[in-house]
Nanobody, 130 residues
Framework: QVQLVESGGGLVQAGDSLRLSCAASGRTFSRLPMAWFRQAPGKEREFVARTRWTAENRYYSDSADSVKGRFTISRANDGNTVNLQMNSLKPEDTAVYYC????????????????????WGQGTQVTVSS
């Protein structure tokens, strides 16, 4: 049974840092695209960062403009754990953060939309106070 389990959320002040982790199990995830999304109250789920295996035998990663330079996504060597290092947090980063994985190596065309991912974690709350 495939499971994605997030951890590391919490309540912090603006300017602080948090590190989220997602442990994937139930199949091999090392070559599958994985990502972080977030959803604030009353808003749609939005893309935060993604990572995928490349033909150059390394992981490619990038992030949304709203978090670029502050958030960094990374994969553990076994590829089954994905982390999100969040620095310089802002109140507008407050949301439930979800880990996601695609079920195929190629995934979707852009890997920035929630419909392109097949497996989801239960989410972890991040609250940033001003």
């Amino acid at each position: 049974q495939v499971q994605l389990v997030e951890s590391g959320g919490g309540l912090v002040q603006a300017g602080d840092s948090l590190r989220l982790s997602c442990a994937a199990s139930g199949r091999t995830f090392s070559r599958l695209p994985m990502a972080w999304f977030r959803q604030a109250p009353g808003k749609e789920r939005e893309f935060v960062a993604r990572t995928r295996w490349t033909a150059e035998n390394r992981y490619y990663s990038d992030s949304a403009d709203s978090v670029k330079g502050r958030f960094t996504i990374s994969r553990a060597n076994d590829g089954n754990t994905v982390n999100l290092q969040m620095n310089s947090l802002k109140p507008e980063d407050t949301a439930v953060y979800y880990c996601a994985a695609a079920s195929t190596v190629l995934g979707g065309p852009r890997l920035k939309s929630s419909y392109e991912y097949d497996y989801w974690g239960q989410g972890t709350q991040v609250t940033v106070s001003s």
